[in-house]
């Protein structure tokens, strides 16, 4: 690893450890509703919203409520954004004269962006209209933002109130986070990324003459303003078909880390969010490192394993070190401006925090390199998680941990005062199987459809059963990344992904709220000698320890079948 | 003919996802009288929205 990739890793930690806190503490304010300097610009916006869709900011919800809410802002998002595919053409704001987008293919679309996954099964810029983009993935990719973030608040009221029935208002949390936290970070980040390069124009193709003398047709469109709420909100999905690795989308290594930092900021500072709002923020910096621990070793085992480079080319004389004009190791499939440390930093950070944007092909890495983002998919994304939906996997398995050590001293297991008991140990379970279910099931299921091995599947034996694995994986944790060398836009693979894209939203958000709603009737137990600790690095290490057990038993077998054999073999 | 059969897929899902937060609702169970706080009334609906609770 070069002095340069160091450096980047150690400002990027830098300026993480320094904002995140400081957001944290902001955000906290936003979910407690507490007065703000800034009640003055968005309180008037706020009660404008609320007088508009008859919304009550006073009145509060039980767990189910909320549940039906954040469904029923589902479907009408999911219909909306199928509807406007599906009559694009006859749409304006279409310079490029896309046609209407077919039924399967609309549907995977909608369902990605409506779950915050933004799997893209679609080449964007040969697509979709600028209108579809504008107004139908780019508001989904800060509603669904939203949504994520305002079931995490209310699974933190859960644990913080005590003796209570009601955890929040969906409707306010979901105004007050795309308000408040959102729309003013996306605006400021949207301009800092046209500042390095990134496109924002409503232009369509722009026919130019290279200097070869041959035509070439340059996209344009509206960039800049995806591209912010895509990182901010761990959506992912892109204007263009190669994603962040476009020069359009990620111009230079400046723009590469600014976006890394959206990337990471939110997801991280909610850890800090927390603490606050459970009034203990020991029990924030306990969940920042856990989330940061995991970050870091994804991060460190695929740079070093990328930046090591492919041992087969060894023997081809191939030069894999870095020189003047290559900044060596495995360089295929990355962008030479970014080079092996910054894809794979890149590669652990989205598959960490649910964000499906690539600068790199994963499936030109290493066979071990690629198997790190998809271990780290696998791992339930909450390292640090996407934005709100990673906080509530990682207070699942602290939850399950809490239980685990309960079982071994024979107490009954308590967090934050709360016991533990059966209702939410079933909630747990439910959370748990869900995404390991539809990701082992559609799997196997695949493996016999002919379409998948005859047009979708670009490569052999255990290459291509990893590119399938990581493709229902990618769905199944509302991740979006592509392994590459896969055509995902055919009937199975589009309903599939979808059914699969599915159940790991929602799946997940109906047993968080049944937790929180669980977790709000019952009176907080008071600190006793007997209560274990769940801010000390013991508890730190055990809950590491069940992240990695639990997703261990679970993918092993198949990881066997894929990246490991591929590795062994390589 | 396709999007009828896509309206159906998501319309049976998001069936189940309603059929799914009852069955955590029957996981969780009925309201306990003791592990209430006084300020909420235990009685009320499943269903109905509460005014703003004394932990906010």
Redesign the interface.
Known sequence: MTAAGWAQLIALIVVIGVTAPLLGRYMANVYQGGPSRLDRVFGPVERLIYRACRIDPEREQRWNVYALSVLAFSVVGFLLLYLIQRIQSGLPFNPTDMANVAPALSLNTAVSFMTNTNWQSYAGESTLSHLTQMTGLTVQQFVSAAAGMAVMAALIRGLSRAGQRTIGNFWVDLVRTTIRVLLPIAFVFAIVLVATGVIQNTHGFTEVQTVAGATQKIPGGPNASMESIKQIGTNGGDFFNVNSAHPFSNPTKLSDFFELYAILIIPFALAFTFGRMVKDKRQGYAVFVIMFVIWLAASLTTIFLEVNGNSKLDTRAVTQSVTASSPGGNAEGKEVRYGPTASALWAASTTGTSNGSVNSMHDSYTPAGGMVPLVHMKLGEVSPGGVGVGLNGLLVLVILSVFIAGLMVGRTPEYLGKKIQSAEIKLVAIYILAMPAVVLIFVAISTFVRSVSDVSLLNPGAHGFTELVYAFTSASNNNGSAFAGITANTAWMNTALAVCMLVGRFFLIIPTLGLAGALVRKRAAPPSAGTFPTHTPLFVVLVLGVVLIVAALTFLPILALGPLVEQLTF | M??V??LL??VA??GV??A???G??S???G??AA??????PAE?D???????????
């Open positions: 396709a999007d059969w896509v897929l998501i899902f998001f996802c309603v799914l937060v009852r955590c609702d996981i969780i169970g309201d306990d592990d209430l706080g006084a300020a909420e009320a499943a269903t109905e929205t509460q005014p703003v609770g004394v932990g906010r």
